[in-house]
């Protein structure tokens, strides 16, 4: 049997399931969501002008939008400063073992790795927690009644209901965050580790900070991690409807009223014509927006390949540094290939010669005295 | 950063607290599954039903007790049927994608066949889709099939799910090639590849994607809100907002059991699921 055949075997399993259950019935959907509520009469684009002018559909698309628009970034941030900051608490204690230099913090811990790892559990171990029980613990704590107008109350400000008016909003974006923190924090903490230790301490040899150190070397070799934890968090973006729904049931204050709730409403209330338009409107959108994404992505790897851009870093104790960043390395690196002209580069920087132009793709970080 | 600086302790108070932010809904549960009756409609009979008055806030009972537990124990058979039907749903779920999930992702990340690309985006779509989207579809199969209303009717569109997929075929993408190309030297077949190399060497991604199907399934709501209309069929995540409002003294505790299978799951299986998830993120 041929390759592609031995494939198509390993994927049956799974394909089979997806067309039965997924693709064939969507077919459907989207057949319904051209036909009239009685009898089979075709009509068209109505139903789909029906959802266009449809309020609620604006509101919740809109109100989607801006949960998305909000959280993500600020999940992306947050997270991305949680594994920055374990990653270099977890070097100092490295070099501490090693015995070169001792931080204050160093010298506090004599297990600092262990402490670490747990530390980090304690960020990863909401994902692991049921909405449905955790849900219990932000009904004390948001409610009119509960505590955290409790402790407004005790710091002399006037409390609100937290789920019934425009906080509500803000409630779901903290639950969101507090959910989806450590998910973010692992990938973005496997990225971190991914790029090479003698590469910072390359940089700190010439005088480079932990910011510079940051911005020059962690963060452009995290664009490929930067695309996936996007991807993940906005999948996870929907999944906030459990604790949305758990909390505030079917109909919850209109800042949080999402695509999902209206989706779940118009099913409730058999209203199949909307809810049919509606939902291939959605996999249109969706698939629009992941051919762009993908093509895009394509489109700058392909781009920036081989092209080099010149950054100049502020200046930092008084010394200019100068790095010649490869802005381009977007989506799918290969990674020996790129390590090894990286290494070859900061041995050449690293001795103080004159970085020499060996390649086209090379990375030199060579100083320029003043 | 030889030196801790102010801004590097003000940082680390920062992480501090906010990993205390983070922990605090855990512990909060814990602590009041331990009060008494008395003492949980006293702090939070206030919220949870309407007994007038404010919560109060107490980081730990006053006169601590396992009561809660031992009247959900033998006090609510209804509680441990909900029980049940979430672990046949999530395990279903679970052993349901071992099967298919792990030989697509295989086939995804080690052949090229023509059609891949396609398939890539067909997986990536339904990936992102929210379940709210497939959910007419779903049950007009599920309708048609007669499956409405049974385990079966969560089961098995679970099973098909693509997250699975695509973390699983990142783990196998990072496979090296060159083990891969001896094994085919020393007479392996495609099968005995995926058996012998693919399975071992891929398990990290393997036990991540049993957890984590398991925790999303076990923490399942819009699925069985959908499929399910029989009350005795519903799991714990349906059934304990409505046990919540009903029974405030056992709240906690029945919450308690409630993330207990999947935390203990989450710290059995806490160093792989670390690297599968971070396998997924990187290219």
Redesign the interface.
């Known amino acids: 049997m041929s390759?592609?055949g031995?494939?198509?075997l390993?994927?049956?399993?799974?394909?089979f399931?997806?067309v039965?259950?997924?693709l064939?019935?969507?077919l459907?959907?989207f057949r319904r969501s051209c036909l009239q509520a009685v009898g089979s009469g075709f009509v068209g684009l109505s139903n789909y002008c029906a959802v266009l002018e449809n309020k609620a559909f604006w509101l919740a698309a809109a109100n989607t939008a801006r949960f998305m628009a909000v959280c993500i970034p600020l999940l992306l941030l947050l997270s991305l400063w949680?594994a920055v900051?374990f990653q270099?608490?977890a070097d100092?204690g490295h070099r501490k073992r090693r015995g070169k230099?001792s931080?204050?913090?160093g010298g506090r811990r004599k297990n600092g790795i262990m402490a670490i790892s747990r530390?980090k559990?304690?960020?990863?171990?909401?994902?692991?927690?049921?909405?449905?029980?955790?849900?219990?613990?932000?009904?004390?704590l948001f409610?009119e009644?509960?505590?955290l107008?409790?402790?407004a109350g005790w710091l002399g400000f006037a409390g609100r209901d937290w789920l019934n008016g425009g906080c509500a909003f803000w409630v779901l974006v903290v639950c969101y965050i507090?959910k989806n923190?450590?998910?973010d924090m692992?990938?973005?903490?496997?990225?971190i580790?991914?790029i090479e230790k003698e590469q910072y301490e390359a940089a700190r040899v010439q005088g480079a900070?932990?910011f510079a150190c940051f911005w020059y070397i962690t963060l452009p070799q995290l664009r490929?991690?930067a695309y996936?934890?996007a991807?993940?968090s906005?999948?996870n973006g929907?999944?906030v409807?459990?604790e949305a729904?758990?909390l505030s049931g079917d109909y919850p204050h209109e800042s949080i009223y999402m695509?999902?709730h209206l989706?779940?409403n118009w099913?409730v209330n058999l209203d199949?014509q909307k809810?049919?338009a509606a939902?291939s409107l959605?996999?249109l959108a969706?698939?629009i927006f992941?051919?762009a994404a993908?093509t895009l992505a394509r489109v700058l790897a392909s781009e920036n390949r081989g092209k080099r851009r010149r950054v100049s870093t502020s200046e930092h104790k008084g010394k200019p540094l100068h790095f010649f960043v490869n802005s381009g390395e977007s989506?799918?690196?290969s990674a020996p290939e790129y390590k090894g002209k990286l290494h070859k580069a900061e041995e050449l920087a690293g001795h103080g010669e004159k970085p020499a132009d060996t390649g086209k793709r090379k990375r030199r970080k060579g100083r320029k005295d003043s | 950063m030889k030196k801790t600086t102010i801004w590097g302790i003000v940082m680390r108070m920062i992480l501090a607290v906010l990993l205390i932010l983070m922990v605090m809904p855990l512990v909060m549960l814990c602590t009041n599954s331990l009060m008494g009756k008395r003492e949980i409609i006293e702090t939070c009979g206030a919220v949870l039903s309407d007994y007038g008055g404010k919560a109060q806030f107490r980081l730990f009972p006053q006169y601590p007790t396992m009561r809660a537990y031992v009247r959900l124990l033998l006090d609510s058979p209804e509680y441990f049927a909900a029980f049940w039907n979430s672990a046949v749903i999530a395990g279903g779920v679970v052993a349901g994608q071992l099967f298919t999930a792990v030989l697509a992702a295989w086939a995804l990340a080690r052949y090229d066949f023509p059609g891949k690309a396609a398939l890539r985006f067909l997986y990536m779509l339904l990936l992102i889709l929210p379940f709210q989207v497939t959910m007419v579809s779903g049950y007009l199969v599920l309708d048609s099939l007669k499956l409405l209303d049974t385990y079966l009717a969560v089961i098995l569109p679970g099973i098909f799910s693509a997250l699975p997929v695509f973390i699983l075929s990142r783990s196998f993408a990072a496979i090296p090639k060159e083990v891969i190309e001896a094994a085919k030297i020393d007479g392996a077949g495609d099968f005995g590849i995926f058996i012998r190399i693919g399975v071992p060497l891929g398990r990290p991604g393997i036990f991540s994607v049993v957890i984590l199907s398991f925790l999303e399934y076990w923490n399942a709501v819009e699925q069985p809100l959908t499929y399910l209309k029989t009350e005795s069929l519903k799991p714990l995540s349906l059934y304990l907002p409505v046990m919540v409002k009903g029974e405030v003294q056992t709240a906690f505790a029945a919450s308690i059991i409630t993330l207990l299978p999947a935390v203990l799951l989450f710290f059995c299986g806490q160093e792989s699921l670390e690297k599968g998830i971070g396998a997924s993120g990187s290219f």
């Open positions: 390759g592609s031995k494939a198509y390993f994927l049956l399993p799974n394909l399931g997806t039965c259950f997924v064939i019935p969507f459907d959907v949680v900051m270099s608490m100092a230099t931080g204050a913090w530390i559990t304690g960020f990863t171990l909401p994902m692991a927690i049921p909405a449905a029980s955790v849900v219990v613990f932000f009904q004390m409610d009644k509960g505590w107008n409790l402790l507090w923190l450590g998910y692992i990938l973005w903490m496997t990225g580790a991914g900070g932990g490929a991690t996936v934890t991807l993940l906005f999948v929907f999944r409807f459990r729904y758990l695509l999902q989706f779940n099913f199949i809810l049919t939902a959605l996999v969706t698939g992941l051919f993908g989506l799918p690196v």
